[in-house]
């Protein structure tokens, strides 16, 4: 593995308690910076936490704002600031046509993974800007570019992820705060129990490679992303698709 120089940056990860959040925290750490992990998972908070090295957690829930504002204030008290915001926390929802698709679910999956997404910024920002530096990774997908069949509410909260990164960006650019998204094609994590086999074996097949990525893969992508060297891109979409994507 490839180190980065993340010496002394302090990093809060959503759904850092496992899957590609957690891969992300153990690449950054092993590039020396200090983690929280956030989670609303407290099991998996802790049994992640342990594995590195006891890194600072926070469990918390991405839908409730009063929830990210007890994590970002938990993290600034026992870390001192927040250099660097990934956000991984996410859930696939149901795999449905659109127009049999579950009301519940939907709201559901736009929560987490858009709403979720924009409380985790609209907290960690001000805090960024006061300390005048920061990097902030979203987590999309390529299906928020592609749009997947019997994934609307998944396709429509990604898309969203990369508007809201290039929004915010632009609004950042001033600053030395930096702002961008990976677009992730299909990675084997317990999301998958999630989905369809179905819908599994749809995505791979639209995969050039023939294969589904790796968390690692991502991880190696965002850790630079999160680095000082990263100072002059912002708002832009790194794709991971394994050659899927055409634009």
């Keep these: 593995m490839n180190e980065l120089d993340l010496r002394g940056r302090v990093a809060a990860v959503t759904g850092g ?5 957690f891969a992300i925290a153990r690449r950054i750490t092993g590039s020396g910076a200090r983690v929280s992990l956030w989670d609303v998972d407290e099991a998996a908070l802790r049994k992640a936490s342990s594995a590195l090295g006891d890194a600072h957690r926070a469990a918390f829930d991405v839908r409730d704002y009063a929830s990210v504002e007890a994590a ?5 008290a026992a870390m001192g600031r927040i250099d660097v915001l990934v956000n991984s926390a ?11 698709y579950p009301l519940d679910s939907w709201r559901a999956t736009l ?11 609209r907290a960690v920002v001000p805090a960024m800007r006061e300390h005048g530096y920061g990097r902030i990774v979203n987590v999309a997908s ?12 998944y396709s429509a909260s990604k898309a969203g992820v990369i508007a809201l ?7 950042l650019a001033g600053t030395a705060i930096c702002v961008n998204c ?8 317990p999301l998958f129990a999630q989905m369809t086999q179905g819908h599994i074996d749809y995505m791979k097949s639209k995969i050039p490679m023939g294969r589904f990525g790796t968390v690692d893969e991502i991880a190696a992508l965002v850790a630079w992303l999160c680095t000082e060297e990263c100072s002059f891109t912002t708002g832009a979409v790194f794709d991971l698709s394994g050659g899927r994507s055409t634009y």
């Excluded at 308690?17 to 959040?21: C, D, L, P, Q, V």
């Excluded at 996410?90 to 049999?100: K, V, Y």
């Design 17 to 21: 308690a496992s899957g590609i959040g």
């Design 72 to 76: 970002r204030d938990a993290t600034l």
């Design 90 to 100: 996410g859930i696939t929802g149901p795999n449905a046509t659109t127009w049999e």
């Design 111 to 121: 929560e987490v993974n858009l709403t979720g997404t924009f409380h985790t910024c």
């Design 142 to 153: 390529v299906a928020g570019k592609e749009g997947n069949p019997n994934a609307a509410a």
């Design 165 to 171: 990164t290039k929004s915010l960006g632009k609004e």
């Design 182 to 189: 990976v677009t992730p094609a299909a990675v084997e994590t």
